[in-house]
């Protein structure tokens, strides 16, 4: 069986403007709401070994006008548990 290992990198702009490549490594919809979880993306593998590993979390919201966009979440609860649903099924599929 053929695996595909593509990954989709994705430009994610900060709050303060600055933009930075992340790779998409799953996506949920929980309750309605969309979430994906993403690691920072560098074409250096030297950079990825120094890369403190961090899963960021972010949430599909649509504005006024029907235009999507990936937030952050600003709940600390919610952060916890749709990362913590994220990190369980990452850990899962590795260990498969």
Known sequence: MAEN????IF??????G????????DQMEIGGENY????????NP?????ADGELVVLKME????GEESLVTIDDDEEYERIGQLFL???QSDYEE
Do not use: C, G, I
């Not at 430009?11 to 303060?16: A, M, P, Q, R």
């Not at 649509?62 to 006008?65: A, C, I, S, V, Y």
């Open 46 to 50: 030297e950079e990825m070994t120094d």
């Open 88 to 90: 369980e099924r990452l």
């Open 5 to 8: 290992f593509d990954s989709e």
């Open 18 to 25: 600055n933009p930075q490549d992340f790779e998409l490594l």
């Open 62 to 65: 649509e504005d006024e006008d």
């Open 11 to 16: 430009t994610l702009t900060d709050e303060e």
């Open 36 to 43: 994906y979880a993403f690691v920072p993306y560098y074409e």
